[in-house]
């Protein structure tokens, strides 16, 4: 029987499960411990990736997403330990975490539970480290916003209570399920995790009846961990506002009284819906926000410079109609937009250079359009000519205006490069300068810094005491740690002093070619690696997929009387409508499970990417190329040689 039974619960997290065993791996030293690994059933490869390099692990691989309580179940009933520990895979334990924690339980017999201290990726306290019980008032209080504005108070802010100081153990009434420790003596009288949570509220469950067994929670300052989090939730979405608030429900349904679960329930359907039209309302706003503006600050260019060709030029007020102000002015506007969009000038960071040929092109292509309109419509190719430059600029204007104000990131080249500063000993330094060229992130090493505290080691400019100063000076935005040589517990304390700072922390975990981190909770994370990059996964790509299948679609109605007479184009007619509509694409790739799900998804194909290669051992080379090296003219040359051949 061991001591400890560590169960991470995993789904699609690859590369941050890798690096919360490594870190279980060095915690576990201390402790007599089993690991288990339960799947719900992940298409990333995590159970090979666990399977290969930490054969250690006992990995339950599951052919379906049970949900998160009955996949920890699983483990618990087939684990023998006196001490059963839930983990995030999202998480990185320090190396004393475990015995420090497990040693508090030993002496106080009287706990069933324990949480510690958390941080996210950017080392900022996780409030949710410790919590009280959601009761009506409660409730009341944090969707009211009493919470927020008196959170130190002890009646408004017991939601997250932060009265009580991070830095000290308390009593709690809650626990966070990405670290939940318990007895399992105390799950023997009180029971396994409800699974009628399928994700979200199990935690707060299981800590009301650890507290009705009688035994105590305790919020466990003498340790801390990472919890990026924002990896294996979407809080901003409606969908997580609806399961969570549910769970709510469910929760109050099943401890409260009728009555006081009746209100509770009113109380929490009025959040649903207030923080799902709040959620929907910030991501629409988020979205359309640059848009606008740019249509605003474009028009009203056009417009001033009409004004001005008609004052000094034309000397005629009133030369050009209304119509021109109101339609057109807003069409030349949306033409030239629609060219930035499909360039990929609307996606996050902006990139100056994706925005400059998007922008370009949209001129030239409005200017070719203009000459072919009939002359009713052609006003004054001076205006559109002085409107299309001034369009151009309005874009670059907004844009680093946005980024001034910190509203949006604007990236020219020199910006997009990452100064990094890599903490660790040689041998790492340099196998993770290796990887960073591997992985073609734009970076620059501004320098290096040891692990230990010689002040003078050729190659480095200064050890770990004076890593503030050396990221100051050097002006770098990006400090990468050496999961082998820096600690975990060293690597959450350099994390404190940086949570401020304008400056991404990550961490390259041994043997691994991935370094991950993120900057927030909310925030899926950042990952550099030596994988494969599609061109199709990026937005605007698929954009550009999306416009040449239609362009495909209007080619086949052209041809239609062609395609009516030959056995293989009646193939398209018979596609034409599904494509047009968007629930078929005319080039996509069917592999086996095993492959397809290391390719960017696509819908329903007409053509198969592979072509000739198809059901040969050159299948997977063929579609990998695709995926990898997509333009939108591969589409248009597989559909043409199928039609003529």
Request: glycine residues 6%; proline residues 3%; contains cysteine.
């Amino acid at each position: 029987m061991h001591k400890l039974s560590v169960i991470i619960v995993n789904y699609n997290v690859k590369h941050f499960l890798e690096q919360a065993l490594l870190s279980v791996e060095k915690a576990i030293t201390h402790v007599d411990t089993e690991v288990w690994v339960v799947d719900n059933c992940s298409v990333d490869g995590s159970v090979e990736m666990v399977a290969d390099k930490f054969p250690w692990v006992k990995i339950m691989a599951n052919k379906e997403n049970v949900g998160f309580s009955k996949a920890n179940n699983q483990a618990i009933r087939a684990s023998e330990c006196e001490y059963v520990l839930l983990l995030n895979p999202d998480t990185v334990v320090s190396e004393d975490t475990f015995k420090k924690c497990v040693d508090y339980m030993d002496v106080h017999g009287d706990v069933g539970g324990l949480g510690v201290r958390m941080i996210d990726g950017k080392g900022k306290f996780l409030p949710e480290s410790k919590r009280g019980l959601p009761t009506p008032s409660v409730a009341f209080y944090k969707m009211t916003g009493l919470a927020t504005i008196f959170s130190k108070s002890r009646k408004f802010g017991r939601y997250h209570l932060k009265y009580l100081s991070e830095h000290e153990t308390h009593e709690v009434e809650v626990l966070s399920g990405a670290y939940m420790l318990m007895r399992s003596s105390c799950l023997d009288e009180v029971g396994l995790l409800d699974e009628d949570f399928f994700m979200y509220g199990e935690d707060i469950d299981l800590s009301y009846r650890i507290l009705k067994g009688g035994y105590k929670n305790v919020y466990f300052a003498d340790t801390t961990i990472i919890h990026y989090k924002g990896e294996s939730t979407k809080k901003r979405s409606a969908n997580y506002v609806k399961v969570f608030y549910n769970a709510m429900v469910l929760f109050a349904e099943k401890h409260y009284s009728s009555r006081m679960a009746g209100w509770f329930s009113v109380l929490i359907n009025i959040a649903i819906y207030l923080r799902a039209g709040l959620a929907f309302g910030v991501r629409l706003a988020q979205k359309l926000w640059l848009p606008l503006l740019d249509l605003l600050l474009i028009v009203a260019g056009f417009a001033s410079i009409a004004w001005y060709w008609e004052m000094y030029n034309k000397y005629v007020h009133g030369f050009y109609p209304t119509d021109y102000y109101q339609v057109h002015m807003p069409i030349y506007a949306l033409f030239m937009m629609a060219f930035v969009y499909v360039s990929g000038g609307y996606d996050e960071p902006v990139s100056a250079r994706r925005l400059l040929r998007g922008s370009v092109v949209g001129a030239v292509g409005l200017y070719a359009v203009y000459a072919f309109l009939p002359k009713d419509y052609q006003f004054s190719r001076a205006i559109l000519a002085l409107g299309s430059f001034w369009a151009i600029a309005a874009f670059f204007i907004l844009r680093f205006l946005a980024k001034f104000f910190g509203l949006s990131q604007f990236l020219l080249d020199e910006d997009n490069k990452r100064r990094v500063i890599l903490v660790g000993d040689e041998d790492e330094c340099n196998r993770i300068a290796g990887l960073l060229q591997k992985t073609r992130v734009y970076t620059e090493i501004v320098g290096r810094v040891s692990s230990g505290k010689e002040l003078h080691q050729h190659g480095f400019v200064g050890s770990i005491e004076q890593l503030a100063e050396v990221v100051a000076v050097y002006r770098a935005n990006l400090i990468i740690f050496s999961g082998k040589d820096i600690s975990s517990s060293e690597i959450i304390q350099q994390m404190g002093q940086f949570q401020d700072w304008e400056v991404q922390v990550k961490i390259a975990p041994e043997k691994s070619e991935s370094i991950i981190g993120s900057d927030s909770k909310n925030e899926p994370g950042e990952l550099f690696t030596v994988e494969v990059k599609y061109h199709l996964s990026q937005p605007h790509t698929m954009r550009k997929k999306r416009i040449m299948d239609l362009l495909i679609a209007l080619l086949c109605l052209v041809i239609s009387p062609v395609l009516i007479l030959k056995k293989t184009g009646r193939l398209y007619l018979a596609n034409w409508l599904l494509v047009v509509f968007g629930m078929k694409t005319w080039v996509g790739y069917s592999l086996p499970e095993s492959g397809k799900s290391a390719l960017p998804r696509l819908k329903k194909y007409v053509l198969e990417a592979s072509g000739r290669f198809y059901k040969t051992n050159f299948e997977w080379d063929a579609c990998l190329n695709y995926a990898k090296d997509y333009e939108p003219l591969m589409d248009l040359e597989l559909v043409w040689n199928r039609i003529w051949q």
